[in-house]
């Protein structure tokens, strides 16, 4: 990765997005010393202009920014880090410095949950314990829950219509990890049919 430091004195703009959601978490600057450390430590490490010193983000708190994957732009003359951040963003103890956390990609946030508790084999959640019964099992709760979907489609109460919902969504999201698929995978299917 070839970044142009030079044109922006020294310094380069830095993007830090949530690699699950997507939102956008905050910007800083990083100088040459700065990016090799982040690579480095997988921790991303900023330029403070303020403090003219380097500056691990989480250093105090211990809410680092755990890199997944940087990019450059088109000029290579900024960069877009996706991160798991390991606590609130923002000075201000929000998850991000442009404000609270948002919904849309919270599905990718839950699907990163289902795994990790599945993974870590978390005693006492029950996602890790519909997943122990096996696939039937899961397959069928997922059924359980389109059948109580349709039946309240039928009715008026949209609150219980969207609690269904999110039952039938997020049991399929266990679903879709007991068949080892995830669902940016899904979303490629999608994208491929709306192309044609």
């Known amino acids: 990765m070839n970044i142009d430091f030079a044109k922006g004195n020294g310094l380069v703009p830095v993007v830090i997005q949530d690699d699950n959601t997507l939102q956008v978490l905050m910007v800083g600057y990083m100088n040459e010393e700065a990016y090799i450390k982040t690579r480095e430590e997988k921790k991303v490490t900023f330029f403070s202009r303020s403090k003219n010193r380097l500056w691990t983000k989480g250093e105090t708190s211990g809410n680092y920014l755990y890199v997944e994957e940087v990019l450059t732009d088109c000029d290579n003359d900024s960069l877009l880090i996706k ?77 219980l219509f969207k609690n269904e919902a999110a039952d039938l969504l997020y049991h399929l999201l266990i679903l879709l990890k007991a068949k080892g698929v995830n669902m940016q995978s899904i979303e490629e299917v999608l994208k491929e049919r709306h192309k044609k």
Do not use: M, W
């Open 83 to 159: 991160v798991d951040p390991a606590g609130p963003v923002c000075h201000t103890g929000s998850i991000s410095c442009f404000g609270d956390e948002t919904t849309k990609g919270f599905i990718y946030k839950l699907e990163h949950i289902i795994d990790q508790r599945i993974k870590n084999n978390t005693e006492g959640s029950y996602t890790n314990k519909l997943y122990k019964k096996g696939i039937n099992k899961v397959a069928q709760k997922v059924g359980e829950e389109a059948v109580e979907l349709v039946i309240e489609a039928k009715d008026e109460n949209i609150e």
